[in-house]
């Protein structure tokens, strides 16, 4: 089936410093990938879907300059957290778009942002 | 308006018995997509099982099958056969819009399902 890596798993880095995430997928192209946040026991909230070749589209209430998203080929996707914070200490997934039957959705699993 | 809702913020099932995790959503569309997604501890969200809006009969993956009342909006997952590794959160999500064209998914707030030995 198809499988989507997500580096690093967990990341621990001091208050200030940036932060990026790779979402590639393995075995299939993915002209759409999205990036969600997960607080401890709570739903995923979409931060933003990245589309290969062009800007993001971020969800309302999200900083674009702070949550820098590059989906530079069709199987690679980043997420950079400039200037973390404490409050951006989080739980990061990504998932992409199988543009086949269905249109499933396949995700990472995950990064585990502490921010100290 | 929340567009998915599951009612079961918890859910306790003894092993080998059968569990239904209630969904229900909220869509004008005709054309959209229903799924399941189990996320275990380790954080990963694994595909359980899709319904569409135009499929007559309900979905089967293995031991898992989706019980779609489409004039009362709801897409119930049944487990049977609950296994001690069937404990995780459990999100429902649907996707609005025609296949390959829609790429609104909207996320359930989870029940998290504890499966008892």
């Known amino acids: 089936g198809a499988v989507v890596s997500q580096h690093p798993s967990r990341v621990i880095c001091k208050s200030g410093t940036s932060v990026k995430i790779e979402c590639r997928s393995l075995?299939?192209?993915?002209?759409?990938m999205f990036w969600y946040r997960q607080f401890p026991k709570q739903s995923l909230m979409l931060m933003a879907t990245?589309?290969?070749?062009?800007?993001?589209?971020?969800e309302q209430g999200v900083e674009k300059d702070k949550f820098l998203i590059n989906h530079a080929s069709l199987t690679l996707s980043t997420l950079t957290v400039t200037s973390a914070h404490p409050e951006d200490s989080s739980f990061y997934i990504c998932?992409?778009?199988?543009?086949?039957?269905?249109?499933?959705?396949?995700f990472g699993s995950g990064t585990q942002l502490s921010v100290l | 308006a929340q567009k998915i809702t599951q009612t079961q913020p918890g859910m306790f099932v003894q092993e080998k018995e059968a569990v239904t995790l209630d969904c229900t959503y909220d869509?004008?569309?005709?054309?959209?997509?229903l799924f399941w997604y189990k996320q275990p501890s380790s954080g990963e969200m694994i595909f359980l099982i899709y319904?569409?809006?135009?499929?007559?009969q309900n979905a089967t993956e293995g031991r898992y099958s989706l019980n779609f009342q489409k004039a009362r909006k709801s897409a119930n997952l049944v487990i049977s056969a609950s296994q001690l590794g069937d404990s995780a959160m459990y999100f429902c999500?649907?996707?609005?819009?025609?296949?390959?064209?829609?790429?609104?998914?909207?996320f359930g707030p989870g029940t998290r399902l504890s499966v008892l030995p």
């Open positions: 319904q569409g809006s135009y499929d007559e």
């Open positions: 869509t004008s569309d005709q054309s959209y997509g």
């Open positions: 998932s992409a778009k199988w543009d086949g039957l269905n249109e499933k959705l396949f």
């Open positions: 990245s589309n290969e070749g062009s800007k993001a589209t971020y």
């Open positions: 075995d299939f192209q993915a002209t759409t």
């Open positions: 999500a649907m996707r609005e819009g025609l296949e390959n064209y829609g790429q609104n998914f909207v």
